[in-house]
C-alpha cells in the first residue's frame, strides 16, 4: 500500500512539472503582445529582427510548434493554422524579408532558433515554406537536420535558377535575382547557376534523407512563377532515391492561392512530425 501511495505521489508531481514547463511564461526580451489570427502574440527582438511567436489558447506541454519562414498568415485557413492552433500547436516567425536564404540569414535564423530553445520550445519544430519561404527552409533544415521535425513546401522555391532567376520556363524576378546575386557574392549569372546550395542538389537532399526528415509539398500544376517541374517534381523524383519520404499534393491553380480547399492532409502531416496526437 505504502509503496502504491509513494508511486502516485511520484507520478503526481512528475505531472505537475510537466504541466508547470507548458504553463511557464515565454522568456523573451522586450516583449509586445498583441493578437494575430485571433490568438495572443509575443513579439521581440532577434538580432535586429522582429521575431513573435503565436500561443495557442490552450497549448501543449512541451511547446511544439511550427516556424513559418515568409509570409506567416498567408492563406492560413488553407494552410491549417486554425486547426494547429487548436491542437495547441505554437506558431513563430523571425521577419527578415527576401534574403532568400543567404549566410547571413541563415545567422539570424540561428540565433532565432536558440531564443526559442532558451524559452523551453521544443527541440524540433517543422518548417512552412511558403513560395521563397521554401529556399530559407531547406537551407537551414541541411545545415541543422538535427534540429528539424519535417518540412511543409507550399509552391516552394527549391532552385533559385528557377525563381528568382528564370532560366527555366518560369517567369523569373529580374530585380529578385540581381539581389540574389548580391546576397550571395556572385559575380554573374553563370555563377549563380552553378551554385550548388539548392534544394534540388543531391548532396543537399543526401542531407536531409539521412537525418530522415518528412517532406509535404503542395503545389499548384499552372504555377508559372515556381514551375513544378523545376522545383518539386525534382526533389520528388531524388528524395525517394536517396531513402527520403516526400509527399506531394496537387491542385489545378497556379502559384496561388496557397494551401488547399481542405488542409486537413496539411495538419495531420505537421501533428504527426511533432508527435501530437
Same mark, same amino acid.
Given at each position: 500500500m505504502a509503496t502504491l501511495l509513494?508511486?502516485?505521489?511520484?507520478?503526481?508531481?512528475?505531472?505537475?512539472?510537466?504541466?508547470?514547463?507548458?504553463?511557464?511564461?515565454?522568456?523573451?526580451?522586450?516583449? $509586445?503582445?498583441?493578437?494575430?489570427?485571433?490568438?495572443?502574440r509575443h513579439l521581440f527582438s532577434v538580432e535586429g529582427k522582429t521575431a513573435w511567436v503565436a500561443v495557442p =489558447?490552450?497549448?501543449?506541454?512541451? $511547446?511544439?510548434?511550427i516556424w513559418v519562414t515568409e509570409f506567416p498568415g498567408a492563406f492560413a485557413e488553407r494552410t491549417g493554422v486554425p486547426q494547429l492552433f487548436a491542437k495547441g500547436v505554437y506558431q513563430a516567425h523571425v521577419s527578415d524579408f527576401n534574403r532568400l536564404g543567404c549566410d547571413e540569414q541563415l545567422k539570424v535564423m540561428d540565433a532565432f532558433y536558440k531564443t526559442m530553445r532558451?524559452?523551453?520550445?521544443?527541440e524540433k519544430p517543422v518548417l512552412v515554406g511558403i513560395s521563397r519561404g521554401g529556399i530559407m527552409a531547406y537551407r537551414w533544415a541541411v545545415r541543422n537536420p538535427d534540429k528539424v521535425?519535417?518540412?511543409?513546401?507550399?509552391?516552394?522555391?527549391? =532552385?533559385? $535558377?528557377?525563381?528568382?532567376?528564370g532560366f527555366g520556363k518560369g517567369k523569373g524576378s529580374p530585380g529578385?535575382?540581381?539581389?540574389? $546575386?548580391?546576397?550571395?557574392?556572385?559575380?554573374? @549569372?553563370?555563377?549563380?547557376?552553378k551554385f550548388e546550395g539548392n534544394a534540388v542538389n543531391d548532396k543537399q537532399l543526401a542531407i536531409l534523407a539521412k537525418a530522415k526528415?518528412?517532406?509535404?509539398?503542395?503545389?499548384?500544376?499552372?504555377? @508559372?512563377i515556381v514551375p513544378v517541374a523545376e522545383n518539386t517534381a525534382i526533389m520528388a523524383e531524388k528524395y525517394p532515391k536517396l531513402g527520403g519520404q516526400i509527399t506531394v499534393i496537387s491542385?489545378?491553380?497556379?502559384?496561388?492561392?496557397?494551401?488547399? =480547399?481542405?488542409?486537413?492532409?496539411?495538419?495531420?502531416?505537421?501533428?504527426k512530425c511533432l508527435k501530437v496526437p
Open positions: 509513494k508511486s502516485t505521489i511520484l507520478m503526481g508531481l512528475a505531472m505537475m512539472a510537466h504541466a508547470s514547463e507548458s504553463e511557464a511564461p515565454l522568456k523573451f526580451s522586450d516583449v $509586445k503582445i498583441d493578437v494575430w489570427q485571433g490568438q495572443q =489558447d490552450h497549448p501543449l506541454p512541451g $511547446k511544439p510548434w532558451e524559452s523551453g520550445f521544443a521535425a519535417g518540412i511543409y513546401g507550399d509552391a516552394p522555391v527549391c =532552385d533559385l $535558377k528557377s525563381w528568382p532567376g529578385d535575382w540581381e539581389q540574389a $546575386k548580391k546576397l550571395y557574392g556572385w559575380k554573374d @549569372d553563370e555563377e549563380g547557376k526528415i518528412p517532406l509535404f509539398h503542395v503545389v499548384g500544376e499552372a504555377d @508559372d491542385h489545378k491553380a497556379g502559384h496561388h492561392p496557397h494551401g488547399l =480547399d481542405d488542409p486537413q492532409p496539411t495538419v495531420n502531416f505537421i501533428l
